[in-house]
């Protein structure tokens, strides 16, 4: 059990935090332990609950940087590994100017901060990646499977010839990074430039990844599994239906494993999909921005449409929010899910009970 900060807010609302607007929150779980980071201006920040998502800790700032990509899914991840917590991002010194846009560094960097007491005390960062400045489009995605192992993957740019699918693992809470492996390198020349990748591990140890990929014109979502961390299996594309695109649209999705099954959610067009590897993809709803969790084999799935948090289970739909974006999701032992998103600059947060 994860010993979390005492000091909790009533409130399900966090931030801003000074003058900066917060954004781009991320939940992970473990009993009743929920963790969240989410960034601010040049600060990357830790919240947590004790009591399951009721209530939530002050934020504290984990780490600095002067260019912390904050937009489009750019932001911290975060992961509880057996008594240890560990949040990642892509982070620099310097501004690319040719992305300034889009606030990427041109010497962006993953790293991870670990805290072994709770998020009271963090430590410095750790970079991830074996080739610098390689993840400067600052996609990533960080999961654990509560007994130290823990899996990155990223958007990668060495050797200037298209962006291609790293990744590394851990198997000591973090502390230590193996070296990076390729995951997946398009034969077409490049895969999504700017849609993130979503990692699982299921109860078996098993490592999951998801991406969006580009062939023959299409921006498709394909899979890859390994039980080592580093050999993957042959990517297998999600649902029989096929997006032909000749542009990125920066979303990625959602993806969760359980010991009976894997489910993914992610956008096609203006459309929603449920999805489980192998099988027909299922249409849940139109928008963008998808989150998924599952709890007991129940999928939720949550979405921005329009300017509205809508979230889907069990065939049914609600709105959450008529002005928030960017929703992340994390399942309750329990039962339940706890959900967090953007809201005129602060982090909203909500627990919901289990339908």
Same mark, same amino acid.
Do not use: C, M, N, V
């Given at each position: 059990m994860v010993s979390l900060l005492l000091t909790t807010v009533l409130a399900v609302s966090l931030g801003p935090v000074g003058p900066d607007a917060a954004h781009e929150p991320q939940l992970a779980s473990s009993g009743s332990a929920v963790v969240m980071t989410f960034g601010a201006g040049k600060g990357i920040y830790f919240s947590a609950s004790q009591d399951g998502g009721t209530t939530f800790s002050k934020p504290v700032e984990v780490a600095e940087a002067e260019v912390i990509p904050l937009n489009r899914h750019?932001?911290?991840r975060i992961a509880l590994s057996g008594g240890t917590i560990v949040?990642?991002?892509v982070v620099g010194k310097t501004l690319s100017e040719a992305e300034h846009a889009h606030g990427l560094p041109s010497d962006g960097d993953l790293t991870v901060w670990r805290s072994l007491d709770g998020g009271k005390k963090w430590s410095k960062g750790i970079v991830v990646n074996d080739v610098p400045r390689a993840p400067t489009e600052g996609l990533h995605s960080l999961a654990a499977d509560g007994k130290g192992n823990l899996f990155a993957s990223w958007l990668d740019k060495r050797g200037g010839d298209g962006?291609?699918?790293?990744?590394?693992?851990?198997?000591d809470g973090g502390a230590t990074w193996s070296k990076n492996v390729l995951i997946y390198q398009s &034969?077409? %020349?490049t895969i999504c430039e700017c849609c993130h990748p979503s990692v699982a591990m299921? &109860?078996? %140890?098993?490592?999951l990844v998801m991406w969006r990929n580009w062939l023959g014109g299409a921006r498709d979502m394909y899979l890859a599994r390994s039980r080592d961390g580093v050999v993957f299996s042959k990517p297998e594309k999600l649902g029989t239906g096929t997006w032909q695109l000749n542009a990125c649209p920066m979303d990625g999705g959602g993806m969760a494993a359980t010991a009976a099954r894997t489910v993914t959610a992610w956008r096609r067009d203006e459309a929603i999909?449920?999805?489980?590897?192998g099988k027909q993809e299922t249409q849940i709803g139109k928008g963008k921005d998808v989150a998924l969790a599952l709890n007991k084999d129940q999928a939720y799935v949550s979405w921005t449409s329009g300017n509205e948090i809508v979230l889907w289970s069990n065939g049914r739909s609600e709105v959450l929010s008529k002005s928030g974006s960017y929703s992340a999701l994390t399942s309750l032992p329990g039962g339940g899910v706890v959900t967090a998103?953007?809201?005129n600059g602060a982090i909203e947060v909500r627990r919901l009970p289990h339908k």
């Open positions: 750019r932001g911290p949040i990642s991002a962006t291609k699918l790293y990744g590394a693992h851990s198997s &034969p077409e %020349g299921d &109860p078996s %140890g098993q490592f999909f449920l999805a489980e590897p998103w953007e809201e």
